[in-house]
């Protein structure tokens, strides 16, 4: 079992930064491919960013060159920076871990609002 817990949501201005963590315990973290995903109102969950046991990255397409992942491994927590914030990043963003192998298992975090706002 994996437990999630975000932090680091907030309100911010079009064009700021803000910082996301997700501190895991419970499991072997390491081996774990971590994720962001978002939620938008009225919108279905999509990936934002993940980071694989290897540090391999992947992104969605809209925050590429803004956002970026990373994760430590000794503290068990990944880490989100998003800088240029839009309006359209506007979401509750939730921290996912995956286990490894074809029968894999995902868990997810509580999720934390992020509003980008004038």
């Known amino acids: 079992q994996v437990q999630l817990v975000e932090s680091g949501g907030g309100l911010v201005q079009p064009g700021g930064s803000l910082s996301l963590s997700c501190a895991a315990s419970?499991?072997?973290?390491?081996?774990?491919?971590m994720g962001w995903y978002r939620q938008a109102p009225g919108k279905q969950r999509e990936l934002v960013t993940s980071?694989?046991?290897?540090?391999?990255?992947n992104y969605a397409d809209s925050v590429k060159g803004r956002f970026t992942i990373s994760r430590d491994n000794t503290k068990k927590t990944v880490y989100l920076q998003m800088n240029s914030l839009k309006p359209e990043d506007t979401a509750v963003y939730y921290c996912?871990?995956?286990?490894?192998?074809?029968?894999?298992?995902?868990?997810w975090g509580q999720g934390t609002q992020v509003t980008v706002s004038s």
């Open positions: 996912n871990a995956r286990s490894p192998g074809s029968l894999y298992n995902d868990y």
């Open positions: 419970g499991s072997i973290f390491s081996m774990y491919t």
């Open positions: 980071i694989t046991s290897t540090y391999g990255t």
